[in-house]
């Protein structure tokens, strides 16, 4: 299940029968799949299969294997219709349904008593439920026992029976070769990805009503919003629990590793914003990728640190010309749904001189003096403008294509919030840090208001120190933004860009070694002491642009 609590599958396995022996085979090759030789799975649910059951006991030994509750009340249920006459078999149910989801044990003993005086003349019944599922199952899935147990919200086995279901309508009939097989079930994992992929952009950007208070500021667009959606149900409780863990129980922080409401009332007494830390990072994770970790003794057949090392002393040692091939090939790996067989963007026009000096061409206005710009501006490539335009040329300069803007507002999200940076921003933004942040929180995907379009100085810092990159703003007036907490380094990427129309940002391509325009203030007054040397690496092409001020003037 992911944070959006969504489904996805991991495997599918062919089977001569079901025994014990073929179960742990699944299971091992279940196992190969992680990427941690240590790592395996916390949680495993089923049905009461006792064959299943052994060889997780045998292949997982440390799993928790619960039993689903769906298809233990549907048996209780069933059995009940059988020795139970009909008046008495609602009480029973009910009484039943008390005992599953007892909250501890006192109270379950208690229940089961309840039960068991409502059963005296039914002992076929009693018996049944005692010796199939209490006696020696109650601890997978009684409320009492459970409720210790990081399940994350799964109870019952639904969500396979649902996957099943799909994947059997895309199969069509049980007749199919291996090929047919296949197709169905690589069908099936490719719309479960589109679907995940989009539920983690909506946690990303989308914004719901309920999630709009400060006390969310820290979770927004960091965790999924099906997380924010339980965390404010339980903020609910707050009003009956107080900071009472005894009242509380504390259920939702130990099954679903989420703040209960005892937490939450802390919070909200010492007018703290939910720590990111309290959420369990399960409910963090918006993307389906894992980073893998490589040891000396794990991993070595996927360690390609050899490689890359050598392909950034190739890169390093190619002119300009060799460097854009290079980083052009890079990226048909790294970026593999991006394409250069597509349209020529929609371009400005940067041709043609201006005849009378103060006049200036329309719809252009990323200059001082059309001398300047003539002498090294190449090219300048327009994008959509739709409120996220500023967001949408730093993509496409930074490799994820126009289209990839989403990712930098998270990105320069999750700058801003950086541990290791937190201090800088606290300085440089001062008070206004979580209006910075509200900047590029948005609730939907289309156009944008103005409060949410991209806006220099502030959003100037964070891109910088995010990528790690120059960033040259052209405009009115013209900045250069530096990082502000990395030395100097004579590889590094510039970024320029335009603002034109005084309400658009354009992408700006110059020529190499154009000169720089100055830093902020700000940057001067904030930035770290390593970070003097961007100053001293690119004096030379900043003294050029001083050199032109009195013509630019």
């Avoid at 002992?123 to 997978?140: A, C, E, M, Q």
């Avoid at 965390?231 to 707050?238: G, N, S």
């Avoid at 003294?543 to 003037?553: C, D, E, G, I, R």
Wanted: net charge neutral; hydrophobic share 40%; glycine share 6%.
């Amino acid at each position: 299940m992911t944070s959006t609590e969504l489904t996805f599958a991991v495997g599918f396995a062919y089977m001569e029968s079901e025994q014990t022996e073929n179960f742990c085979w699944v299971l091992e090759k279940l196992k190969e799949l992680f990427v941690k030789k240590d790592m395996c799975p916390q949680v495993i649910l089923t049905d009461r299969d006792l064959a299943l059951m052994k060889a997780i006991e045998v292949v997982f030994p440390n799993s928790i294997n619960l039993l689903c509750r769906f298809h233990i009340n549907k048996n209780v249920g069933a059995k009940c219709k059988q020795h139970v006459v009909n008046d008495l078999q609602k009480t029973i149910d009910t009484l039943w349904m008390e005992v599953v989801w007892a909250s501890d044990e006192v109270e379950y003993g208690q229940r089961l008593h309840q039960l068991e005086q409502a059963c005296v003349d039914y002992s076929g019944f009693i018996n049944y439920v005692k010796d199939t599922w209490l006696t020696p199952h109650r601890h997978r899935f009684v409320g009492a026992w459970i409720n210790r147990v990081l399940h994350l919200g799964n109870t019952t086995t639904n969500r396979v029976e649902s996957a099943h279901w799909k994947l059997k309508q895309m199969l069509g009939n049980s007749i199919g070769d291996m090929v047919k097989c296949w197709e169905a079930m690589n069908n099936n994992l490719r719309l479960q990805l589109g679907n995940i992929r989009a539920s983690f952009q909506k946690s990303f950007y989308e914004v719901e009503h309920a999630h709009v208070s400060p006390f969310y500021g820290y979770l927004r667009g960091s965790v999924s919003r099906a997380t924010l959606r339980r965390i404010a149900e339980e903020l609910l409780r707050v009003d009956y629990v107080g900071t009472n863990r005894k009242i509380c129980g504390c259920t939702l922080r130990t099954s679903y590793g989420l703040p209960c409401a005892c937490d939450l009332g802390r919070y909200r007494v010492g007018g703290i914003l939910i720590p990111i830390d309290a959420v369990h990072v399960h409910w963090r994770k918006l993307t389906m990728e894992v980073e893998l970790e490589v040891g000396e003794d794990d991993g070595s057949e996927v360690d390609m640190t050899a490689a890359m090392d050598e392909l950034w002393r190739r890169f390093r040692s190619l002119d300009v010309i060799g460097k854009r091939a290079l980083r052009s090939r890079v990226y048909e790996l790294t970026y593999p749904t991006m394409t250069t067989l597509c349209p020529p963007p929609e371009k400005i026009k940067t041709k043609g001189g201006v005849k009378k000096k103060g006049k200036k061409p329309a719809d252009y206005d990323v200059y001082k003096d059309p001398s300047y710009h003539e002498s090294y501006i190449e090219d300048v490539v327009n994008v959509e403008s739709d409120g996220n335009c500023g967001f949408r040329v730093i993509a496409s300069l930074h490799g994820y294509g126009e289209d990839g803007w989403p990712m930098v507002r998270r990105e320069l999200g999750l700058e801003i919030i950086d541990n290791d940076r937190s201090t800088l921003y606290d300085k440089l933004f001062s008070n206004r840090l979580s209006t910075v942040r509200e900047y590029l929180m948005i609730e939907s995907f289309g156009s944008q208001p103005p409060e949410k379009w991209m806006s220099l100085p502030d959003m100037g810092y964070l891109i910088a120190n995010r990528y790690n990159v120059v960033l040259v703003c052209l405009g009115n007036p013209c900045i250069t933004f530096f990082p502000m907490t990395s030395s100097h380094s004579p590889n590094v990427s510039i970024y320029c860009i335009g603002f034109v129309n005084h309400n658009h940002w354009v992408q700006v391509n110059m020529k190499e070694g154009f000169p720089l325009p100055p830093v902020t203030l700000d940057w001067k007054k904030f930035r770290s002491h390593i970070a003097t040397t961007w100053m001293l690496g690119f004096a030379g092409r900043m003294q050029h642009w001083q050199l032109l001020t009195p013509v630019l003037a």
